[in-house]
C-alpha cells in the first residue's frame, strides 16, 4: 500500500496564492454565480435600452440634452453588484461553516497572507467577469438603439470610463463582500451587511430631511462608487474618479479591521 508523504516545504505567498485559487476554481457555484451575474446584466440591458428607445421620441429636449446610451446599458449593475458580493462572502464563509479554516489557518500561521491571497485572486475573478458583463451588456444595448441611430460607441467622450467604471464598481462590491465575511464570519451576517449597507442604507437616506440628505447621501458607500456608471454629474453626487477613490477606502477600512481580527479571533 502507498502512503501519502506530507507536505514539508515552505509556506509561501506563490504557493498560499495557488491553494485559494484551487479552492475557487473548484467550487460549482463560482460558475453558477458568473454566468447568472454575465446573463442578467446583459438580459437588463438590451431590455432598459429596448425601452428607453420607445420612449425617446417623447422625451422632454432636456433629458434628450443628457441622453446616456451607455449608462442605459449598464442598468444590469444594479444586480450584479449584489451577485458578485455576495459571491465574495461566501468565499471566506464557506471556509468557516465547513471547518476547513482551521486546516487553512494552520498551513499558514501568520494568517494574513491567506486574506491578501483570497483577495488577490476574488478581485481578479471578479475584474475579469465584471467586464466581460459590462461590455456584453454595452454592446448589445447599443445594438437595441442602432435602429433609431441613438445609441454611442467606446470611443466617445466619457463612454469607456462609464463602462471600465461599472465593472470596477462591481469588482470593488464584491471585494467589500469578501472583507465582510471575513469580518462577520457567517454567511447570513455578510449577506445582511452587504445587501444593507450598498441598498438599503441609500434609500433609508431618502426619509432624512433635503438638506441632510444632500449633506450625507454623497458619501455612502454605493452612492459614491456608482458615480462613475454615469456620464454626467448631478448636483449633490461627487465626481466619478473621488467617488470611487471614496469607496475603495471604505473597502480597504473593512478589510484591514477583518485582517486584525483574523490575527486576533480563534479559527
Known amino acids: 500500500m502507498t502512503v501519502a508523504t506530507p507536505f514539508r516545504g515552505r509556506i509561501t505567498q506563490r504557493r498560499v496564492l495557488h491553494s485559494e485559487w484551487l479552492k475557487i476554481s473548484t467550487i460549482r457555484s463560482t ?18 435600452c429596448w425601452g428607453q428607445s420607445n420612449h425617446y421620441a417623447s422625451m422632454s429636449p432636456d433629458l434628450k440634452a443628457r441622453w446616456d446610451p451607455a449608462g442605459w446599458s ?11 458580493g455576495v459571491l465574495g462572502v461566501l468565499t471566506v464563509t464557506g471556509e468557516y461553516s465547513s471547518g476547513m479554516i482551521r486546516a487553512t489557518l494552520g498551513a499558514v500561521p501568520k494568517r494574513w497572507p491567506v486574506l491578501e491571497a483570497k483577495a488577490v485572486v476574488f478581485g481578479v475573478a471578479a475584474l475579469v467577469l465584471s467586464v466581460v458583463a459590462s461590455l456584453g451588456a454595452f454592446y448589445a444595448g ?6 433609431r441611430h441613438i445609441g454611442t460607441t467606446l470611443s466617445s467622450p466619457g463612454v469607456a470610463r ?3 467604471g461599472t465593472a470596477l464598481y462591481v469588482t470593488l462590491a464584491g ?3 469578501l472583507a465582510l465575511g471575513a469580518l462577520v464570519r457567517s454567511t447570513p451576517g455578510g449577506i445582511s ?21 444632500n449633506a450625507i447621501a454623497p458619501y455612502l458607500p454605493s452612492n459614491a462608487g456608482t458615480d462613475i456608471t454615469r456620464l454626467y454629474h448631478t448636483p449633490h453626487t461627487l465626481y466619478p474618479w473621488p467617488g470611487t477613490g471614496l469607496f475603495a477606502l471604505y473597502v480597504a477600512g473593512t478589510f484591514a479591521v477583518a485582517a486584525v481580527l483574523l490575527k486576533r479571533r480563534d479559527a
Open 74 to 84: 449598464q442598468i444590469g449593475f444594479t444586480f450584479s453588484q449584489l451577485s458578485i
Open 142 to 147: 447599443q445594438a437595441m438603439l442602432a435602429g
Open 193 to 213: 451587511c452587504l445587501t444593507g449597507i450598498l441598498t438599503i442604507l441609500p434609500l433609508s437616506a431618502r426619509g432624512l430631511p433635503d438638506d441632510w440628505y
Open 162 to 164: 462609464e463602462i471600465f
Open 175 to 177: 471585494l467589500f463582500g
Open 31 to 48: 460558475y453558477i454565480t458568473g454566468a447568472l451575474t454575465v446573463v442578467v446584466m446583459i438580459a437588463l440591458g438590451i431590455v432598459t
